[in-house]
């Protein structure tokens, strides 16, 4: 999976916002400030095969930049940011939902 530029760009602004994020399956990234004065959600073209927290935003960001060209896989507890066509890869460690700071859950 590869990321656009617009959802880069929003995970960007997500990080100014909360450090860590929680993202669901599906399109819908929600993001809650510490002081829970501040949630935003967005549709994104992207569909996330499934649950995934990610500790620091900013660092994950700076790892993806790192790869020409990256591609995205998902496993319950890593998310693999890689070019397949060169041969670079980086493995980052997913974090526990229980562990994040997350917008309460919908209905």
């Not at 995934?52 to 930049?65: A, H, P, T």
């Amino acid at each position: 999976m590869k990321l656009s530029k617009n959802t880069i760009s929003i995970l960007e602004n997500f990080a100014t916002i909360e450090e860590n994020l929680l993202i669901d399956e599906g399109s819908t990234l929600r993001t809650m400030s510490k002081s829970k004065s501040l949630l935003a959600e967005v549709l994104v073209d992207e569909e996330f095969p499934c649950e995934v927290g990610i500790y620091s935003l900013s660092k994950f960001l700076r790892l993806y930049k790192l790869i020409e060209q990256p591609e995205l896989s998902f496993t319950e507890h890593t998310i693999s940011i890689q070019n397949r066509h060169r041969g670079d890869a980086l493995t980052y460690r997913t974090a526990a939902s229980d562990t994040l700071l997350c917008p309460p859950k919908k209905g």
